[in-house]
Structure formats: structure tokens, C-alpha cells
């Protein structure tokens, strides 16, 4: 569980949190909703530790994350960013063990070549393990970066405590192959006591994969929501600024939402 | 000294030190004498080959170039980028030089491994330029060549007083000599009180440099404050542009005196840059310039 | 080719070509040594072999004069290629060397200062005191030189190769024109030694400069050694480098100093030497691994390697003078320079890399 307690996060004299105390479930995929500038990447940072609230705690179970080392954070939690540039070649094995290296001092055991290598194939990157990470397409080196991070929390279920795994829109600009293949991979993690916490930029991803919402609007928590039937229209009209129509798949029953810009400010369209 | 950008100087030590080439391969076969000495200052060389006591040379640097025959000698380099090793690969008895040796740590290191140095400073008067050539028939037992030469020197520079005189009375026109700095790539002018700025006067000249000592970046300003009646240019210099019409263009120089009427000139580095035998007849070469 | 060898055979063909390097490079010059004269002449000095009076010459040069001069090239060659590494791995860009970035132009500075204003080289080279005055200064000088460098090309925590280029040029240029202010004003005999040291040279390398340069060399080289994996973690930007349990600002600020440090004892030795820490590193990546903990050794004994070979050159292109080391480096390394910086442009575009 990372529980936020009156956490503030402050430059110079703008504040861009504002006073936030919820917590992220255990074992759940927690999404992290809003518009742009609303804080969600800051809230986010600020959650694994990279970023200390002006004001109030995080903490991980019982413990602050500010009282962690360095390596014992690094071995608990892992984050998957938008978008890694790396301007050197190295192969994907390589940078897929980087994900093991708060876990060894100078030289990689067999274990971690082994979790390298399982968490390869559960991404499907495998047999590409030799080839330079440059010469591989978007969407192989995000899945590349997944796998490093699986490495770095891998959790082979023998006794090891429970980890923390933050998104930080991890799907943008991958087509919907890679999307869709990436969270999945990302929820099998559910079952090995771990702790989701993604931002999310497409509200039907969101509410296909997420368990638990937290809607950001203008740096303050504006609902947590258990359940995506529990997002009403109003509030999604009211943090997005868009029109916000929910419609059924015949086959499966899910709810869809598909949106268009509010004209005058006025609320409209049919539906529910 | 002002230093160019550090690529250019190494572009101008590569073209030196290519140019140079010729003389680098070659190796002399002739100083089979017990004596092999190696000298790397200009003019002790010229000296040497004045008295003809140039029989042990076998190594000489980079910048002694006069007489012609001394170029068929191997050289160690230039004299302010000496290597130690090349110096002793030369198996010398003795390390001759006027002082002016770089960098610091070869001295020491040729004097740890035993080879005796001699180090004789020529000084900057005619006075002390006799007393080297006096030491050096000495040193190297060609005495009578001495003191032949200096009497001869003497002569020479009695003659070119008398004419001093008598071209004091008329007016002396104003002379600018212009050296060519090759490490900072630019122009420079000589000061008063070197041993140039002298033999100008010797000449019935006068500098049209107003400062003391050393020598000055030339800039148009400059040539233009002096507005020298006649133009002396070094040999590298001169032969940038290749002949005095081409010379005068330089900005600054056409405007003056010496530019309009012609008057530039060119002589070697070697023949005014220090005194030695040969100043009698380079004053006569210049009063020829100055009242022709 | 290398790529088919493990790090390990790799380092150990490195190891081989350096001591047959080495060995070259003290016999080969215009004093010439064959294998038997050297072992004669080290088994004298050693006191096994009975001292025999024609050998003095040859064994107080090849013991004074070359097997200094050979080691202090080994020692600054892997000073300038582990230094080209650390500092890419610092800028996580491949254009980049202490010569390019102002260290090295900084620490000729410093020592240029000392130099003028501390009563001449003499005194700097000889005197125990002003030994040390000469790397301190050259220390400081090219520790600011380099840190405004590093400040000056990075914003929101990425590099900005151009920016990073044109920052180094124009601290090179005022580091430079001090320098050039300074031979200006400077005396005579300092003038010189200023101008000539400018080019590199290991013309006048003794002992004390190897004690020196090897002892610097070896702490840093050590210490760097820790932190090859926390450098490859570097590679894929700061934030995910926290991430991953390094800290950043600390290891940069870390690898700045011991950088420089390194750098500045060796230039302050042999003066200032370019583009040898640009092209080891290129070559280790080309033919074998971008990885640090491969990189950070291989530059280490290449560098060695190429500077030997270097050094060789220098000595018998123009016998029996020698040629400043700087303009070999610079024909050589110029080209992979430009060649470096083609390849990025036609690949990268925006020539960011965080």
C-alpha cells in the first residue's frame, strides 16, 4: 500500500499539489486520472520518492519513503516512464539487467541472468535479447524497459516483500498492440503482492484495466472512485472540460465513453 | 610573446617542421674527429663557419641556415623544442648553445648523462659579438682565423663610421624595419636599441619606432604614426607578397612615404637580427637603401 | 572483431599489445636499443650484471631518459582515455573529451599561471614545493572550466550536444587567451616553455612525473572502476538513474573531480594533449560494448596503446627531432571527430540526448 498523507508539492511560489491524503490499494491496479497540468506526473513523482513533499509523507506500508536507502528503494520499487532515450548501443540483455542492478554489487549472479531472462520472455523480447537496443521500434524498446523493470522487482513469490510498481503513461505514442500487450503484462503482476500505480492518459484504457480511480483536477484530489461505473459523466465533464457520453458493448456489457468539445460552456448531448 | 590559437600553431609547427623535412634526413657522415659538437644557436653557427671551425659540427637546430653549407648538417629541431634524446642520439663531446634553449629540463638532462654544455652569450652589442668570436677561435684552437676575421670585422666597421658622419649632416630618412613573426603569424617592428635599430643608424637612417627594446605588433595605426620614408622587410616577410609593389598594398603601408614612393626593401633575418663579420657589408647594403 | 571475444580475452590482447608497445617504445627512437641491450643495461642498473664502462651512455639514457618517457606516455594515455569515458558517460554523449569540454585547456591555464607568476618553470619542475603548485592549480582552473561547461549545456537535466560544443569552445577560447595573455606578459624563458608545452611533448618526463601521474591515475582509476554500473545506469537519464538506487548529482559531481584531478596532473606534466579521449572510447564501442564496466578498463590499456604508438611516431618522423605529440593526436583524432558528429546528425536530428 503507498499512503499519502497532507502531501504538498511546491516551486518557488507555485503550488501544484495541494494537501493530498488517499492511498493506493494493495494489490490493484490504481490509475491516476486528470488533464494536463493538473499534477498527476508530479503526484506521481513525489509517490516514488524521486520528488520530497513540501509538506506532508509518503510512506510504503508503515515506513516513510524518505527513510529508505537508496538501494533498498530501488529493490522495492520500480518506475516505467513515457519514454527512455538512450544514445549509446547497447543490447537488450544489457539494458534489460540494469533492471537487477540494486540487487548485486559487482557482478550479476545466475539468479539475476535467470529473472533477466524470464522477464524477457514475458515480455516476448527474448530472442531479440542480442540486438542493439537502438535498432529496435518504439513500441520493442518500451517493452524492453518493462521487462528491466520486472527485473527490478521481480518477485519469485519465495517469502520476498511486497513491491511497488509505478506507470508514468508508459503507452504513449505505442500502437494499440503494444498498449494493450503492456498493461496486460503489467496486471499479471497483481498476483505476486504488488502494488500498480499508472497514469493514464486514454480514460477506456483506464477504465478497462484500472481497479481504483484517482481523478486529479488543478493539483487537488477530486474523487477516488472504487470502480469505473462509480466515475460519473458529471465529474469527467467537469475535470475535462468535454462532453462525455457513456454507451454499452452489445457483446460484453462494458461501458464505453466517447467524448466531443463542450460548445459555450453548456452541457449537452443524449444519452445517460 | 602573443599566441595564436592553439590549431594554428600546430598547423604552422607541422608546415615548419614538414618544410624542414630535407634537412632532418639527412645524416652527416663526415665528423669522424674525436670532437662532435652540436650547436643550436645561429649565429655562434655563422661564426664557426666564419673562422672555419665547423669541421666538428655534426648537429645544428632548426633556425641556422646561413652559410648555405651548413644546411647539409642534420638538425635537432628547433632550438626552443629540444629533445634530449635527439641531442645525445648525436653522440656529442659537446653541447654548444647562446643560452636560448627550451624547454628547461633538457640541460638538466644532458647534464645527467654527462655531456658537457658550453653555454656563451653573444650579449647585444658589437662589443660583446667580438668578444664571441674572440672566445670561439679560442675554444675551438682556430685563433689566427680570429683574429684575422675581427681585424678584417674592424676594418669594416671603421670604414661604415666615417660614412656615419657624413650622413649624419644631411637628414636622415625614417626607417621602419618589419620582421615577420612566424609563431603568432603577424607582423612586427623593430624597436630602438637592438642591435637592427643600430646598424639603421650606422646607415645614416633613423628608426621610425618611438620604443625601446624587443620588438612591436605592427597594426595599420602604427605604420601609420611611424610613416617611415623607407620600408626594410625581413626575407620571410617580404616574400609573403613576393615584391615591394605588392608589399605597399598591405593596409596602412600604402599611405605611407615608403609605400608611395617604393621604397620597401628586403633583407635576410640573418644579416641584421644580431652583429657579426658580415655587419660592415649589411650597413653598407642598407646606407644603399637609405641614400641611394 | 573483438565481438567475438569475451571481455575478459579482450582485456588480455589489449594487456599483450601494450607490453609489446612498451617494449617498442623503449627501444625505438634516435637512440636505438636492441633486446639484448636492454636487459644488459636494466640487469646493471639492477646490480647483476657487472657495470660495463662502454655502457654508461646507452644505460643513463635508456634508464634517465626513455623508460620515463615511456611510461609517462602509457600512464597519460590511459589517464586521457578513461577520462574520454568517464566524461561521455557524465555528458551521455559520445562527443565529448576533456580537450573538447575545457578540462584540459583549464588546467594549462592554472599551470601557465603558476608558471608566470610563480617564478618560473624551473622552479615548478625542480623544487619541491612548487611541484605541487603546478597540478593544485591546474586542478582548480580545469575543475571551473568544466563544471561551467557542464552547466552551461544542460537544461532540464538533458544535454544538449550543440549547446555542450559551443560552451566548450568558448571556454576553450577564453581559457585559451588567457593563456596567450599570459605568454604575452610573460618573461622570456616562461614565454617559451608556455608556447612549447602548449603542444604536448614527453620530451622532458622523468620518475617524479611517473610517481606522480601513475599515483593519481591509480587512485582515480580504482575509484572509477566502482562505479561502471551506476554510469550505465546514468546512460538511460538521471531520473531513471534514481530510480535504479544511484544518485546523480552526487555521482556527476564525483566523477567531475576524480576526472579532473587525473586530467589536470597529467597536463600539468606533459601539457595539453586532444582528441585521444574522444577516439578510445569510439573505438571500444564500435568494435566490442557500449558497456562502462567493459569501457572504463579497455580505455584504460588502449589509451595506453595508442599513446605509445604515438609517441614512437613522434620520435621517428623527423630524426633525430622530434614532432609535438599534440599534432599527431589531432590528425588523427580531428577526423573521428567530424566523423563522430556526421553520424549524429544524420541519425539523432534534434541532438538531444538525455
Same mark, same amino acid.
Given at each position: ?10 516551486v518557488?511560489r ?5 494537501d493530498i ?5 494493495p494489490? /490493484?491496479?490504481?490509475v ?6 493538473a499534477?498527476k ?9 524521486l520528488?520530497q ?6 510512506r ?14 530501488? /529493490?522495492?520499487?520500480?518506475?516505467l ?6 544514445a549509446?548501443a ?9 533492471g537487477?542492478? +540494486? ?6 549472479s545466475?539468479r539475476?541472468?535467470d ?5 524477457l520472455?514475458?515480455v ?5 535479447r542480442?540486438q542493439?537496443y +537502438?535498432t529496435?521500434?518504439g513500441g ?19 517469502g ?16 494499440v498492440h503494444?498498449?494493450i ?8 503482476l497483481?498476483h505476486?503482492?504488488?502494488?500498480i ?5 486514454d480514460?477506456n ?5 484500472g ?13 477516488v472512485?472504487?470502480a469505473a461505473?462509480?466515475?460519473s459523466?458529471?465529474?469527467i465533464?467537469r475535470?475535462?472540460q ?7 458493448d452489445?457483446?460484453?456489457g462494458?461501458a464505453?465513453?466517447?467524448f466531443?468539445?463542450q460548445s459555450?460552456g453548456?452541457?449537452g448531448?443524449?444519452g445517460? | ?11 604552422? $609547427?607541422?608546415? $615548419?617542421?614538414?618544410?624542414? $623535412? ?9 665528423a ?7 650547436s ?5 653557427n ?14 645544428v ?6 652559410p ?11 632550438h ?6 635527439g641531442?645525445?642520439?648525436m653522440r ?5 648553445t ?12 644532458l ?7 658550453e ?7 658589437l662589443d ?16 689566427q682565423a ?8 674592424k676594418t669594416?666597421?671603421s ?34 636599441g637592438s642591435?637592427?635599430?643600430?646598424m ?19 597594426t595599420?595605426?602604427l ?27 598591405m593596409?596602412?603601408i600604402?599611405?605611407t ?7 620597401i ?20 647594403k ?7 | 572483431?573483438l ?5 575478459r ?13 612498451? !617494449? ?12 639484448a ?22 644505460r ?18 590511459a589517464?586521457?582515455g ?9 555528458f ?7 580537450g ?5 585547456a ?12 610563480g ?30 561547461v557542464?552547466r552551461?549545456?544542460t537544461?532540464?537535466?538533458k544535454v544538449n550536444v550543440?549547446?555542450l560544443l559551443?560552451a566548450?569552445i568558448?571556454?576553450?577560447a577564453v ?9 604575452y ?6 614565454a617559451?616553455?608556455i608556447?612549447?608545452w ?19 591515475f591509480g ?8 562505479y ?9 537519464g ?7 538506487? !544511484?544518485n546523480? *548529482?552526487?555521482?556527476i ?5 576524480v576526472?579532473t584531478?587525473? !586530467? ?5 606534466? !606533459?601539457?595539453v594533449?586532444?582528441?585521444v579521449?574522444l ?25 595506453a596503446v595508442?599513446m ?6 613522434a ?12 599534432i599527431?593526436?589531432?590528425?588523427v583524432?580531428?577526423p573521428?571527430?567530424?566523423g563522430?558528429?556526421? *553520424?549524429?546528425?544524420r ?8
Amino acid at each position: 500500500m503507498v499512503e499519502l498523507r497532507g502531501v504538498s508539492y511546491q516551486v518557488d511560489r507555485t503550488v501544484i499539489l495541494h494537501d493530498i491524503t488517499t492511498r493506493f490499494q494493495p494489490n /490493484r491496479f490504481n490509475v491516476i486520472l486528470g488533464p494536463n497540468g493538473a499534477g498527476k506526473s508530479t503526484l506521481l513523482r513525489v509517490a516514488t520518492g524521486l520528488l520530497q513533499p513540501t509538506a506532508g509523507d509518503v510512506r510504503y506500508g508503515d515506513q516513510v519513503v524518505s527513510s529508505f536507502s537508496a538501494t533498498d528503494l530501488a /529493490r522495492k520499487r520500480a518506475v516505467l516512464s513515457q519514454h527512455v532515450e538512450l544514445a549509446f548501443a547497447l543490447t537488450v540483455e544489457d539494458v534489460a539487467l540494469m533492471g537487477r542492478y +540494486p540487487h548485486y554489487e559487482r557482478v550479476p549472479s545466475r539468479r539475476d541472468r535467470d529473472i533477466v531472462q524470464q522477464a524477457l520472455a514475458l515480455v516476448g523480447m527474448d530472442d531479440k535479447r542480442r540486438q542493439q537496443y +537502438p535498432t529496435l521500434s518504439g513500441g520493442e524498446q518500451q517493452k524492453v524497459q518493462l521487462a528491466r523493470v520486472l527485473a527490478q522487482i521481480w518477485n519469485d513469490g519465495d517469502g520476498a516483500e511486497h513491491t511497488y510498481l509505478f506507470l508514468d503513461e508508459p503507452t504513449t505514442s505505442l500502437d494499440v498492440h503494444y498498449q494493450i500487450h503492456l498493461l496486460d503484462v503489467a496486471r499479471g503482476l497483481l498476483h505476486h503482492d504488488c502494488t500498480i500505480v499508472a497514469i493514464l492518459h486514454d480514460l477506456n484504457v483506464a477504465f478497462q484495466y484500472g481497479d481504483v480511480f484517482f481523478v486529479m483536477d488543478a493539483g487537488r484530489l477530486a474523487h477516488v472512485a472504487t470502480a469505473a461505473a462509480e466515475v460519473s459523466r458529471d465529474l469527467i465533464e467537469r475535470v475535462f472540460q468535454v462532453q462525455a457520453h457513456r454507451i454499452h458493448d452489445p457483446d460484453t456489457g462494458d461501458a464505453v465513453w466517447r467524448f466531443a468539445l463542450q460548445s459555450n460552456g453548456r452541457r449537452g448531448g443524449t444519452g445517460t | 610573446m602573443p599566441r595564436l590559437p592553439r590549431a594554428v600553431s600546430l598547423v604552422l $609547427c607541422a608546415v $615548419c617542421a614538414l618544410a624542414a $623535412c630535407g634537412r632532418f634526413a639527412d645524416r652527416s657522415t663526415r665528423a669522424t674527429q674525436h670532437a662532435r659538437v652540436v650547436s643550436v644557436s645561429k649565429q655562434i653557427n655563422e661564426f664557426l663557419y666564419a673562422i672555419g671551425g665547423q669541421s666538428d659540427l655534426v648537429a645544428v637546430d632548426l633556425t641556422s641556415i646561413y652559410p648555405p653549407e651548413i644546411r647539409t648538417l642534420p638538425t635537432v629541431g628547433y632550438h626552443r623544442a629540444l629533445s634530449a634524446e635527439g641531442i645525445i642520439s648525436m653522440r656529442p663531446t659537446l653541447f654548444l648553445t647562446d643560452g636560448n634553449v627550451g624547454p628547461d629540463a633538457v640541460l638538466q638532462q644532458l647534464r645527467a648523462v654527462g655531456i658537457p654544455i658550453e653555454v656563451m652569450r653573444p650579449g647585444g652589442t658589437l662589443d660583446s659579438a667580438e668578444i664571441l668570436l674572440t672566445n670561439l677561435g679560442r675554444y675551438f684552437h682556430r685563433e689566427q682565423a680570429a683574429d684575422s676575421v675581427l681585424a678584417r670585422w674592424k676594418t669594416g666597421m671603421s670604414a661604415v663610421w666615417a660614412d656615419t658622419a657624413r650622413w649624419n649632416s644631411q637628414r636622415r630618412p625614417r626607417v621602419l624595419l618589419m620582421h615577420f613573426g612566424q609563431i603568432i603569424n603577424n607582423y612586427l617592428a623593430v624597436n630602438r636599441g637592438s642591435p637592427a635599430d643600430q646598424m639603421i643608424r650606422w646607415a645614416g637612417g633613423e628608426n621610425a619606432m618611438d620604443s625601446l627594446g624587443g620588438m612591436t605588433r605592427i597594426t595599420p595605426e602604427l605604420i601609420a604614426r611611424a610613416a617611415p620614408d623607407v620600408i626594410i622587410a625581413t626575407e620571410v616577410g617580404f616574400d609573403r607578397y613576393g615584391d615591394a609593389k605588392q608589399f605597399a598594398a598591405m593596409p596602412g603601408i600604402s599611405l605611407t612615404p615608403a609605400g608611395r614612393s617604393g621604397r620597401i626593401y628586403r633583407i635576410t633575418e640573418q644579416e641584421v637580427m644580431y652583429f657579426g663579420p658580415r655587419t660592415p657589408a649589411t650597413v653598407k647594403k642598407i646606407a644603399a637603401m637609405l641614400h641611394p | 572483431m573483438l565481438k567475438h571475444l569475451s571481455f575478459r580475452q579482450t582485456y588480455w590482447l589489449l594487456g599483450v599489445l601494450l607490453v609489446v608497445a612498451i !617494449v617498442a617504445s623503449a627501444a625505438i627512437g634516435a637512440f636505438s636499443f636492441t633486446p639484448a641491450q636492454m636487459v644488459r643495461y636494466l640487469g646493471q642498473a639492477a646490480g647483476w650484471l657487472p657495470a660495463v664502462p662502454g655502457d654508461t651512455l646507452g644505460r643513463n639514457v635508456l634508464l634517465g631518459l626513455r623508460l620515463p618517457r615511456v611510461f609517462v606516455a602509457g600512464l597519460t594515455g590511459a589517464v586521457l582515455g578513461v577520462s574520454g569515458t568517464l566524461m561521455q558517460g557524465l555528458f551521455r554523449n559520445p562527443i565529448v573529451e576533456p580537450g573538447l569540454v575545457g578540462t584540459s585547456a583549464g588546467a594549462a591555464l592554472g599551470a601557465a599561471l603558476v608558471f608566470v607568476f610563480g617564478s618560473g618553470t624551473a622552479l615548478a619542475f625542480t623544487h619541491p614545493l612548487g611541484s605541487f603548485a603546478v597540478p593544485v592549480a591546474a586542478f582548480i582552473v580545469g575543475f571551473a572550466a568544466t563544471m561551467l561547461v557542464h552547466r552551461l549545456s544542460t537544461s532540464f537535466g538533458k544535454v544538449n550536444v550543440f549547446t555542450l560544443l559551443l560552451a566548450g569552445i568558448a571556454v576553450n577560447a577564453v581559457c585559451g587567451a588567457g593563456t596567450g595573455f599570459l605568454s604575452y606578459i610573460a618573461r622570456d624563458p616562461q614565454a617559451r616553455n608556455i608556447t612549447f608545452w602548449n603542444l604536448g611533448t614527453f620530451t622532458t618526463a622523468d620518475w617524479r612525473g611517473v610517481e606522480l601521474i601513475g599515483v593519481f591515475f591509480g587512485l582515480s582509476f580504482i575509484w572509477a572502476l566502482r562505479y561502471g554500473k551506476a554510469l550505465n545506469a546514468l546512460m538511460l537519464g538521471e531520473n531513471e538513474a534514481a530510480y535504479l538506487g !544511484v544518485n546523480p *548529482r552526487r555521482l556527476i559531481l564525483w566523477l567531475l573531480v576524480v576526472n579532473t584531478i587525473m !586530467v589536470a596532473v597529467a597536463t600539468a606534466m !606533459v601539457g595539453v594533449i586532444a582528441f585521444v579521449g574522444l577516439v578510445i572510447p569510439h573505438v571500444l564501442r564500435m568494435m566490442k560494448s557500449a558497456d562502462y564496466n567493459f569501457l572504463l578498463p579497455a580505455s584504460a590499456l588502449l589509451g595506453a596503446v595508442l599513446m605509445e604508438v604515438i609517441d614512437i611516431v613522434a620520435r621517428v618522423i623527423i630524426p633525430p627531432a622530434e614532432l609535438p605529440i599534440g599534432i599527431i593526436t589531432a590528425v588523427v583524432g580531428a577526423p573521428v571527430f567530424l566523423g563522430i558528429l556526421l *553520424r549524429q546528425t544524420r541519425r539523432g536530428g534534434s541532438g538531444f540526448y538525455g
